[in-house]
């Protein structure tokens, strides 16, 4: 069975903090990985894709993939107040379709 | 920007009903795709369609779906017979091919 998993959190963070969002995957085969963020009622927003591993910074945001040990983070730098969403890991092991975790729920308050 | 858009937002059916659910993927796109989120729940895969046919889909795409792109911009998903656990947001997504794939505001299914 092909699963993402996160905690669900919620994770909350003071402003203006680094904020460390995890996930972890059941099968080496995955080779691409995805960070949505979700308000509340609307649709995933792509932030941030990793492919290969190591770290992929992108103004804020930096992801990073260790395919050996099965895990992708997110980091957020200087998090404010409307980063506070569900954060979505998602993978596509390989296919042409994404599985993804339940989502972290950050709130980031001032 | 270009973006994925889907219509209507807010459908209202009764059990049994039929209902179709219309979006537009991004122009330059390959790959088109369903997705449903149950109220508190995960993003569940439904459906991958490209070049014209199914590529893949999940145990939750019964019989009771089905999809098609019955034109050069539009891609609908039709549910023949709607339960209650149908209820749901749906979201179309497309991409070019295993890369990011961008998603459509949803369009939330009540089924009363």
């Known amino acids: 069975q092909k699963e993402v998993e996160q905690n669900s959190g919620p994770l909350s963070v003071p402003e203006g903090a680094i904020a460390s969002l995890n996930c972890t995957y059941s099968?080496?085969?995955?080779?691409?990985f995805f960070w949505y963020r979700q308000y509340s009622g609307k649709s995933p927003e792509l932030i941030m894709s990793i492919y290969s591993n190591g770290d992929k910074e992108d103004g804020r945001f930096t992801a990073q993939l260790n395919k050996a040990s099965q895990y992708v983070s997110l980091l957020i730098r200087d998090s404010q107040p409307s980063d506070s969403a569900t954060y979505l890991c998602?993978?596509?092991?390989?296919?042409?379709?994404?599985?993804f975790g339940t989502g972290t729920r950050l709130q980031v308050f001032p | 920007e270009p973006e994925v858009t889907q219509t209507p937002s807010h459908q209202v059916t009764q059990m049994g009903q039929e209902v179709i659910l219309r979006c537009v993927p991004i122009s330059n796109h390959l790959y088109f795709y369903w997705y449903r989120q149950i109220l508190g729940q995960k993003v569940e895969f439904l459906v991958s369609?490209?070049?014209?046919?199914?590529?893949?889909k999940s145990e939750i795409f019964d019989d009771q779906f089905s999809v098609e792109r019955p034109d050069g911009s539009n891609f609908t998903l039709k549910i023949r017979s709607t339960k209650l656990e149908d209820s749901a947001m749906y979201f179309c997504?497309?991409?070019?091919?295993?890369?990011?794939?961008?998603f459509g505001q949803g369009t939330r299914l009540t089924v009363v």
């Open positions: 369609f490209y070049n014209n046919e199914i590529s893949e």
């Open positions: 998602a993978g596509d092991y390989n296919t042409d379709k994404l599985i």
């Open positions: 997504a497309s991409n070019r091919g295993r890369t990011e794939a961008f």
């Open positions: 099968d080496r085969v995955s080779q691409s």
